[in-house]
């Protein structure tokens, strides 16, 4: 069966670095999420995407994320400049239409110090 | 802006027995779609089952059903003949139609499946 793939599992970084994780989304899917879980807290939204743009993103996702589909197969999420506030684990997600079920990766843990 | 709510933080059953875990929901919305997700330990979110709010019956997944109340804005989740593998986070999710709709999600119950 498809499944969502996400790269690292676990990533530790300093405070202040830059951070790219990394998504392989199933293959005919068309649209694209990213989520994030701060320890023993709920999953938040960040960003949505579809036909290589934003199509809504969330107050948490401020200037220094990003994403990219820079291929046919790979999506990813960039932190520039990493706060231990970032700490959590990144969910990605992908879904056939926009109302269809999403589907998750199982996660990066970053971690920053 | 659409609000989902778990008032069940921790819960726990014995194996072979039914539970009920708790959600309601707040939206303008007329179409929408409600999902229960589960999280094991090793974090990664599982879908468990999903509800078309234009559809009157209730889903149901072989030992997981829903008892969906679209005017009470309700969607709880009945696990019935409970296994040790059920432990778990629960989180009720909401998503509405539209281009790319984000999940908005509660806080989870925490369920504890015992001998």
């Known amino acids: 069966e498809p499944e969502v793939t996400q790269t690292p599992s676990h990533q530790v970084t300093q405070m202040g670095q830059e951070v790219i994780l990394r998504c392989v989304p199933i293959s005919n899917h068309l649209y694209f999420y990213w989520y994030r879980q701060i320890l023993g807290q709920k999953v938040e939204f960040l960003v949505s995407f579809y036909n290589n743009e934003i199509s809504e993103k969330s107050e948490i996702f401020d200037d220094q994320f990003s994403v990219e589909r820079p291929d046919g197969s790979n999506f990813t999420l960039k932190i520039r400049s990493t706060k231990l506030e970032d700490s959590a684990m990144y969910f990605c997600?992908?879904?056939?239409?926009?109302?269809?079920?999403?589907?998750f990766g199982p996660g990066t843990r970053l971690l920053v110090l | 802006a659409q609000t989902v709510t778990q008032s069940q933080p921790e819960m726990s059953v014995q194996e072979a027995e039914t539970v009920t875990l708790s959600c309601t929901y707040d939206?303008?919305?007329?179409?929408?779609?409600l999902f229960w997700y589960k999280q094991p330990p090793s974090r990664q979110m599982i879908l468990v089952i999903r509800q078309e709010a234009y559809k009157q019956q209730n889903a149901t997944e072989n030992r997981f059903s829903v008892n969906f109340q679209k005017a009470a804005k309700s969607f709880s989740l009945k696990i019935s003949d409970s296994q040790l593998g059920d432990t778990a986070m629960y989180f009720c999710?909401?998503?509405?139609?539209?281009?790319?709709?984000?999940?908005?999600f509660g806080t989870g119950t925490r369920l504890q499946v015992t001998l």
């Open positions: 999710a909401f998503t509405y139609t539209g281009t790319a709709s984000k999940l908005t």
């Open positions: 997600a992908s879904s056939p239409v926009a109302e269809e079920t999403q589907y």
């Open positions: 939206t303008s919305e007329n179409n929408y779609y």
